[in-house]
């Protein structure tokens, strides 16, 4: 029965079965038969299996409770919703950073930021007047896959270097098409109402952000109000051209990052404003993108996974997201801050209409695409990723049960199985510096997912292990060469 189990395809698990009650019913003569049936009709069918394709959305400044199936009251999401009834929901999913830059980097290297040298503790992303980047001798997933003859994209924002080195066709996309930074940078201070007042009542021209093909600034200031509908074009499109082959779309929404825009066919139309706008927008060109794999016929041989780089931007007020029950939000090494909505979708492989809560990260999907791909993860190198194939295809459960929580170059706290502890906290933004706390402050995640009972002082072996955990990771980082401290001299 093992046997079968293991080497028969799917189809072929169905013979196996009708063998062994054949056996137990007919004898093995008659068996037998059957068995050359379906050995010959293997044969016959065995096509070298095609490699899945991939697909990453990847919404910006989402947060943990913004979507329908999340629990939020007013945001339509249906087609997010419908993806994961089709789906696997997780409840423990996390970016590797709570802001931009560092998360970016984790998703498309598997690494930690600290060890791609793409984290800061006094720059904690990168700017228009930044000179440092994403390394080229990093194996970006785009890169993992393309080796593998995969037809790779980015659309969307990248803000992993603008500079022309580091650019997405640098780092192994065949072609890109977004923006290279946030969308609130480059502010131009002759335009609009000062300081915060124009993000409340945002238009394009207040920001001057280049939107590049390639390596060129092909629109500048890009227009925001249309961007979420032209990156879903341009992925729709690359995935409609290359339909005969394996490919890697990586889909970076520029929203729900503040300024929100959305097209004229969402704007003002959401109970939640335009934060909600922005986001049905979204959920709108996730729809499209299911829409046309399953048009092509692609949906049963491709991987789409649906998360966020950080939490909502709570100090926006209306124009930041919710975390849910989660504490606090982007910019905070607490749930809110890290915790994302994911949703995976492979109709036929992923089971359809299952809510984990197994834990699992954005780096995980560098190892699982790469390995899902027959490609070979990085060995030179510590990957801080694992495979979490067993888990999506609901054969078994993630092999991830620890998540490390970094601000800049710290570790502020560890998450071990249910349990975790903060040895250093920070208000997400302001003026106020890092407390330690020795010892940490201690939470159990399934009893408290809000992290409002510091139950360390009950539990002091837990306190003991925790502490042990995070000393040899400490000891185990090598950091990467810093590079977002790289700036543009200021003019004296
Ligand atoms: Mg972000």
């Known amino acids: 029965?093992?046997?079968?189990?293991?080497?028969?395809?799917?189809?072929?698990?169905?013979?196996?079965?009708?063998?062994?009650?054949?056996?137990?019913?007919?004898?093995?003569?008659?068996?037998?038969?059957?068995?050359?049936?379906?050995?010959?009709?293997?044969?016959?069918?065995?096509?070298?299996?095609?490699?899945?394709?991939?697909v990453i959305i990847f919404a910006d400044d989402l947060g943990y409770g913004d979507l329908g199936c999340y629990g939020h009251?007013?945001?339509?999401?249906?087609?997010?919703?419908?993806?994961?009834?089709?789906?696997?929901?997780?409840?423990?999913?996390?970016?590797?950073?709570?802001?931009?830059?560092?998360?970016?980097?984790?998703?498309?290297?598997?690494?930690?930021?600290?060890?791609?040298?793409?984290?800061?503790?006094?720059?904690?992303?990168?700017?228009?007047?930044?000179?440092?980047?994403?390394?080229?001798?990093?194996?970006?997933?785009?890169?993992?896959?393309?080796?593998?003859?995969?037809?790779?994209?980015?659309?969307?924002?990248?803000?992993?270097?603008?500079?022309?080195?580091?650019?997405?066709?640098?780092?192994?996309?065949?072609?890109?098409?977004?923006?290279?930074?946030?969308?609130?940078?480059?502010?131009?201070?002759?335009?609009?109402?000062?300081?915060?007042?124009?993000?409340?009542?945002?238009?394009?021209?207040?920001?001057?952000?280049?939107?590049?093909?390639?390596?060129?600034?092909?629109?500048?200031?890009?227009?925001?109000?249309?961007?979420?509908?032209?990156?879903?074009?341009?992925?729709?499109?690359?995935?409609?051209?290359?339909?005969?082959?394996?490919?890697?779309?990586?889909?970076?929404?520029?929203?729900?990052?503040?300024?929100?825009?959305?097209?004229?066919?969402?704007?003002?139309?959401?109970?939640?404003?335009?934060?909600?706008?922005?986001?049905?927008?979204?959920?709108?060109?996730?729809?499209?993108?299911?829409?046309?794999?399953?048009?092509?016929?692609?949906?049963?041989?491709?991987l789409v996974f649906f998360t966020s780089d950080n939490g909502p931007w709570l100090q926006f007020g209306e124009h930041g997201g919710s975390a849910g029950p989660l504490r606090d939000g982007k910019g905070s090494t607490w749930e809110g801050g890290m915790r994302e909505p994911g949703i995976a979708w492979w109709p036929g492989t992923v089971p359809a209409g299952v809510t984990t809560q197994e834990m699992a990260s954005t780096m995980d999907l560098y190892v699982t695409a790469v390995r899902l791909a027959g490609g070979a993860v990085p060995d030179d190198r510590p990957i801080d990723g694992h495979d979490i194939t067993p888990l999506l295809t609901g054969k078994g459960k993630s092999p991830r049960d620890t998540m490390y929580f970094y601000r800049g170059t710290k570790l502020f706290a560890v998450r071990h199985g249910p349990w975790k502890a903060h040895f250093i906290t920070q208000p997400a933004y302001g003026k106020d510096g890092p407390t330690e706390h020795d010892p940490p402050l201690l939470y159990h995640l399934g009893r408290d997912p809000g992290e409002k009972t510091d139950v360390a002082r009950d539990n002091p072996e837990v306190v003991k292990r925790l502490k042990e955990i995070a000393a040899t990771h400490r000891a185990g980082m090598k950091p990467g060469e810093l590079q977002l401290e790289k700036r543009v001299p200021e003019k004296k």
């Not at 008659?30 to 490699?51: F, H, K, M, V, Y």
């Not at 290297?109 to 228009?128: E, I």
């Not at 896959?145 to 065949?174: I, M, N, Q, S």
Request: charged residues 25%; contains cysteine; glycine residues 8%.
């Open 73 to 302: 009251p007013t945001v339509r999401t249906p087609n997010l919703d419908k993806m994961a009834a089709e789906g696997m929901k997780f409840t423990s999913f996390y970016s590797a950073a709570e802001v931009c830059t560092p998360s970016r980097a984790a998703l498309l290297t598997g690494r930690l930021p600290l060890r791609t040298g793409m984290c800061s503790d006094t720059q904690r992303v990168l700017f228009p007047d930044s000179v440092g980047g994403l390394q080229t001798t990093e194996v970006t997933l785009a890169k993992a896959l393309k080796a593998k003859g995969y037809a790779t994209a980015c659309v969307g924002k990248w803000h992993l270097g603008h500079r022309p080195e580091y650019l997405p066709t640098r780092h192994g996309f065949d072609s890109y098409f977004g923006i290279p930074y946030s969308n609130d940078m480059d502010r131009v201070p002759t335009k609009g109402p000062k300081g915060r007042a124009a993000t409340f009542d945002p238009k394009s021209e207040y920001w001057n952000v280049p939107l590049v093909r390639g390596d060129k600034v092909v629109e500048r200031p890009a227009d925001q109000n249309t961007l979420t509908k032209r990156y879903t074009e341009e992925g729709v499109k690359f995935i409609r051209e290359n339909k005969s082959k394996p490919f890697f779309l990586y889909l970076a929404h520029t929203m729900v990052h503040v300024p929100l825009f959305a097209s004229k066919d969402f704007a003002g139309k959401s109970p939640r404003g335009i934060y909600g706008d922005a986001v049905e927008e979204v959920d709108w060109s996730a729809g499209e993108v299911l829409r046309a794999l399953r048009e092509e016929k692609l949906d049963a041989n491709t």
């Open 1 to 54: 029965m093992s046997f079968l189990r293991s080497s028969l395809p799917y189809r072929g698990r169905e013979f196996g079965l009708q063998l062994l009650h054949r056996i137990a019913t007919q004898g093995v003569r008659s068996a037998s038969l059957l068995l050359a049936i379906c050995l010959n009709s293997t044969a016959q069918s065995a096509e070298p299996a095609r490699a899945p394709n991939v």
